[in-house]
């Protein structure tokens, strides 16, 4: 990243720009890159996927950085977006090793075994690696290939010699595969080579548990009270007791094994599963009850099959219903029932987390553990780690200075504020960053970004009457009138003679409640300004504001002669006749507003309204979903496309749009819609929820005295 910065800055003292640029898109890229997998390797995926992002839209032609992201999004559980990050380089670099290994793991984790065999194959063409063959032989076990597995194990023994370590790894292999014979001879040869070698006793239980059996569960017991003479506390060691205690009948040793590996592990639901299961079977209904409530959060978090968390709704439902509390255990029976269709119909499967077809989440994350070559669990930086993250940052935000500058001065003011606030997160201590970022986001008409970085400039230079413009239209902009007239009356006297800003800070007076002073700017902007149609438009929003809709479609007309294409005129004209009930002249407005400028979203926005209200709801279908695409958090877009798609019977569709309008901002009359929506697809315990949170929501009367 340093090479690249120095270029940078070597290319603009020479006065080459673009490459200039280039250069410090590369920088920000790799930069980005390095504390982005900082993060993913402490354990922080949120936020290091976030930084990878970041770094592959920076720098889109750096493979490197998006074979970093994919792993970040498998290490994560996210295999889909996993392969997508790679796919494409393959294209066009079809010996990329490591894009090559990294698909073919996530093949693998998908279940697409032999694909995932035939990635991993190339990858091991291109470089013979250790990590990369134990991967491809997981495969082949997976495709019951024992004897294209065989060779690889052989080799991999060969290279490194008989370690403990190597036959344990084989052995999590055959184990989680399936080949639970040769998992033990591997298990009992590493325990040979060293009797204390970490967690091998537990994971040759295991395997002994897997097998089944009397005699097995008892040579499993054994191996697991091994493991526990050197580690207490180890969480599988007390659950495989419980869970063999349990199938034994022993319910007093079950209970104990499966409380301790509750306290080694809260967060897994597995043993909170079997507790409720044994307390189900002698009839503690509240014992029942009390670890199945907390069970079955835990089942959701962790991604669990919802067949899986229909089974715990099950018992749990047994439990209430059992214990006397019948609502309570309809409840239930209704989740239950509700599990099992989201895993029929697929809608209940997590997209982020997808478990491989036929093992458990558990062993998903085992084998994902077992194909990364980095396994070191999640820690905090440390003070060398954070003192890097520190210089990387000061580089970054002089980067991301230096850029906007740079495309401030080609006139890209919008992107040029956009690094300028990047710049500020990185490095706030930039001198001039508050001018650049003030300047370009008041050109890029971003008022709300400009506000804070001109007000800090205004008070470090009050006489600066630029400074104090900006702020005041600023504020004007963004309806904060006081400020803006606040921001404006020490320069009354001598702001310029342009209509624009004379209107504006009239206005500004005229609705902070000096109307003295704001009629006397208004009466200079006209005279400065008469044959200016943008200062008819504002005059006509002014009057429009005052609900004086003679004088305002009066300034719109004025404003439209002088200017046919005036941009914003049509559609303020229609609002006047929308507010007047002209519900067929308004539409004309809005109309014409989107011949002239075709993405204008509040004109499409209020001309869909007019066509629903018209039962033209084809027409308000399109111009919602435009709206959509260019505001997707827009939640009254959202509430009015799920009208009209209720309307044309629509019913999935206009759920859809609903529960993403209440996501978005919850209102009384969304919820009252969506309850609608979910009656008609048969929801019917949704339907009765969303009524309670219109209830809750609905506007109270009035208490009399």
């Known amino acids: 990243m340093e090479a690249h910065f120095d270029a940078a800055q070597t290319f603009q003292i020479a006065g080459d720009l673009d490459r200039a640029a280039a250069e410090y898109r590369k920088g920000i890229s790799v930069a980005l890159d390095r504390l982005g997998n900082l993060k993913v390797s402490n354990g922080d995926y949120e936020a290091g996927l976030d930084l990878l992002r970041k770094a592959v839209s920076a720098d889109p032609g750096n493979t490197d950085v998006q074979i970093d992201l994919g792993i970040g999004y498998f290490r994560h559980g996210d295999y889909a977006n996993a392969k997508a990050s790679v796919s494409g380089i393959l294209k066009t670099d079809p010996s990329n090793f490591r894009a090559r290994n990294l698909l073919g793991k996530s093949d693998f984790m998908l279940g697409n075994f032999q694909a995932a065999a035939d990635e991993l194959q190339a990858a091991m063409s291109i470089t013979p690696d250790f990590d990369v063959a134990y991967s491809l032989a997981l495969a082949y076990l997976e495709l019951k290939k024992l004897p294209q597995a065989t060779p690889l194990f052989d080799e991999m023994k060969a290279s490194v010699g008989q370690t403990p370590e190597l036959h344990a790894l084989l052995g999590r292999a055959y184990k989680e595969t399936g080949f639970l014979d040769l998992a033990v001879t591997e298990f009992q040869e590493a325990l040979k080579l060293d009797p204390a070698y970490p967690h091998a006793h537990a994971y040759l239980g295991m395997t002994y548990v897997s097998m089944g059996g009397k005699e097995?569960?008892?040579?499993?017991?054994?191996?697991?009270?091994?493991?526990?003479?050197?580690?207490?506390?180890?969480?599988?060691?007390?659950?495989?007791?419980?869970?063999?205690?349990?199938?034994?009948?022993?319910?007093?040793?079950?209970?104990?094994?499966?409380?301790?590996?509750?306290?080694?592990?809260?967060?897994?639901?597995?043993?909170?599963?079997?507790?409720?299961?044994?307390?189900?079977?002698?009839?503690?209904?509240?014992?029942?009850?009390?670890?199945?409530?907390?069970?079955?959060?835990?089942?959701?978090?962790?991604?669990?099959?919802?067949?899986?968390?229909?089974?715990?709704?099950?018992?749990?439902?047994?439990?209430?219903?059992?214990?006397?509390?019948?609502?309570?255990?309809?409840?239930?029976?209704?989740?239950?029932?509700?599990?099992?269709?989201?895993?029929?119909?697929?809608?209940?499967?997590?997209?982020?987390?997808?478990?491989?077809?036929?093992?458990?989440?558990?062993?998903?994350?085992?084998?994902?553990?077992?194909?990364?070559?980095?396994?070191?669990?999640?820690?905090?930086?440390?003070?060398?780690?954070?003192?890097?993250?520190?210089?990387?940052?000061?580089?970054?935000?002089?980067?991301?200075?230096?850029?906007?500058?740079?495309?401030?001065?080609?006139?890209?003011?919008?992107?040029?504020?956009?690094?300028?606030?990047?710049?500020?997160?990185?490095?706030?201590?930039?001198?001039?960053?508050?001018?650049?970022?003030?300047?370009?986001?008041?050109r890029a008409q971003r008022y709300g970004d400009a506000v804070g970085p001109l007000e800090r400039l205004s008070r470090k230079s009050p006489a600066d009457q630029n400074l104090r413009q900006m702020l005041g239209l600023s504020y004007y902009m963004l309806n904060r009138f006081k400020d803006s007239a606040a921001a404006f009356r020490p320069i009354l006297n001598s702001l310029p003679n342009n209509p624009g800003l004379l209107l504006s800070a009239g206005i500004a007076f005229v609705k902070a409640g000096d109307s003295s002073t704001g009629e006397r700017l208004l009466s200079r902007a006209l005279e400065s300004g008469n044959n200016a149609p943008e200062v008819h438009l504002m005059l006509g929003q002014a009057y429009a504001q005052q609900s004086d809709s003679t004088q305002a479609l009066a300034e719109f007309k004025r404003a439209l002669d002088l200017n046919p294409k005036l941009p914003e005129a049509h559609y303020y004209s229609g609002m006047v006749f929308f507010k007047r009930g002209e519900m067929d002249e308004a539409a004309k407005q809005f109309q014409t507003e989107l011949e002239l400028n075709a993405l204008y979203v509040p004109a499409m926005y209020q001309l869909a309204y007019i066509r629903l209200q018209q039962h033209q709801a084809p027409e308000a279908t399109r111009l919602l979903a435009q709206v959509i695409k260019q505001e997707p958090g827009n939640s009254d877009a959202h509430y009015q496309l799920g009208k009209a798609l209720l309307e044309q019977g629509d019913a999935t569709a206009a759920t859809r749009e609903l529960e993403t309008s209440v996501q978005l901002h919850p209102t009384d009359y969304g919820y009252f819609q969506l309850s609608h929506a979910y009656v008609r697809t048969g929801r019917d315990n949704d339907a009765k929820q969303a009524l309670e949170n219109f209830e809750k929501l609905k506007p109270k009367p009035a208490t009399a005295p």
Request: glycine share 8%; proline share 5%.
């Open 216 to 442: 097995n569960y008892e040579l499993a017991r054994r191996e697991f009270r091994q493991e526990l003479t050197k580690v207490p506390k180890d969480y599988s060691s007390h659950y495989y007791i419980g869970l063999i205690e349990l199938e034994e009948g022993h319910l007093g040793e079950a209970e104990a094994a499966l409380q301790e590996a509750r306290g080694a592990n809260p967060d897994d639901p597995a043993p909170l599963l079997l507790l409720g299961r044994m307390y189900t079977q002698v009839q503690k209904w509240p014992a029942a009850i009390a670890v199945l409530r907390q069970a079955i959060p835990l089942l959701s978090f962790a991604g669990a099959p919802a067949s899986q968390v229909a089974l715990a709704h099950e018992m749990l439902s047994k439990a209430y219903v059992s214990h006397g509390q019948s609502k309570e255990g309809a409840d239930e029976l209704a989740a239950a029932n509700a599990s099992k269709a989201a895993e029929t119909s697929g809608s209940g499967q997590d997209t982020a987390r997808p478990s491989v077809p036929g093992k458990t989440a558990a062993g998903a994350h085992e084998l994902r553990d077992m194909l990364m070559e980095n396994r070191q669990k999640p820690r905090s930086p440390d003070a060398t780690e954070q003192r890097y993250v520190s210089d990387v940052s000061k580089l970054l935000g002089n980067a991301y200075n230096n850029l906007g500058v740079l495309d401030a001065r080609k006139g890209s003011y919008a992107d040029a504020a956009d690094e300028f606030k990047q710049a500020a997160q990185w490095d706030n201590s930039i001198a001039q960053l508050d001018r650049n970022l003030g300047l370009a986001a008041f």
